[in-house]
């Protein structure tokens, strides 16, 4: 079982910065690849960035590549996910989920979910 908790979303200018952290509870974090989805009202989730068990590989959307970045501390349970150049198109709610296994850009792949934290770009 893993518990997960977003923090730092919050209102920006277009251009800004956001970091949101995910904690994780549990002893097994490390087995777990880990990923930041988007839902914006009225659209699907949508993919973000993923990062894999031990931190070695990263995955972005071309639409976030270059300006986004994830890390994740595997001794501390947190991922991260660093947020600059911010458009009003990145306007959402942002999740971070784990998975054991399986397609790291497939939301329905990933056992478990935040509850979300919301970001907001002004233009």
């Known amino acids: 079982q893993v518990h997960l908790v977003e923090s730092g979303g919050g209102l920006v200018q277009a251009g800004g910065s956001l970091r949101l952290s995910c904690a994780a509870s549990g002893r097994t974090f490390s087995s777990y690849g880990m990923g930041w989805f988007r839902q914006a009202p009225g659209k699907e989730r949508e993919f973000v960035a993923a990062?894999?068990?031990?931190?070695?590989?990263?995955y972005y959307a071309d639409s976030v590549k270059g300006r986004f970045t994830v890390s994740r501390g595997n001794a501390k349970n947190t991922v991260v996910l660093q947020m600059n150049s911010l458009k009003p198109e990145d306007t959402a709610v942002y999740h971070c989920a784990a998975l054991q296994s399986g397609s790291v850009v497939n939301w329905i792949e990933y056992e478990y979910w935040g509850q979300g934290t919301q970001v907001t770009v002004s233009s």
């Open positions: 990062i894999s068990k031990s931190g070695g590989r990263e």
